[in-house]
């Protein structure tokens, strides 16, 4: 199922994002080039709202988005944490070089959990599934 939202973000500026649900997960693509740290809480609170749901699964596809500031780095890794903390994936996929290097200088590379393509994100949350799976049957 494919939606778009608008959210409403400081009433000055709004934020598009398009929804594409999955059977394992959700696509959540951002429709901006740039995503400064009032529009992360924003898109925190989007991606959150799936841990309530039985898709709790997410990827963030960052294609459109060419500028982060580094509020919005911290927003994105601690939405990752946030997921894995409650049993489910968050995949960051087809992040620009301008992008990447806003996490590199914050050194969030290394524990950002990214893949090229949304592909390889898919790939990512299905071995996470499996995981949670088989670590389940064990307890």
Not at 10 to 30: N, Y
Not at 58 to 72: A, I, K, P, W
Request: hydrophobic share 40%; proline share 2%; charged share 30%.
């Amino acid at each position: 199922m494919l939606r778009i939202y608008t959210h409403s973000v400081k009433e000055t500026k709004t934020m598009q994002v398009k929804i594409d649900t999955k059977e394992k997960f959700t696509v959540v693509l951002p429709l901006e080039t740039s995503i400064y740290d009032n529009m992360a809480a924003k898109l925190a609170a989007t991606c959150s709202n799936y841990l309530q749901k039985e898709i709790k699964n997410v990827v963030l596809n960052l294609q459109e988005v060419n500028n982060v500031d580094s509020q919005t780095a911290i927003t994105i890794v601690k939405l990752q944490e946030e997921f894995y903390t409650n049993n489910a994936s968050f995949v960051v996929c087809e992040i620009k070089p301008t992008v990447a290097k806003t996490f590199e200088e914050l050194e969030l590379d290394d524990i950002l959990n990214a893949t090229p393509t949304e592909s390889e994100a898919w790939d990512i949350v299905q071995m996470d599934e499996i995981e949670r799976e088989l670590l389940g049957d064990e307890e």
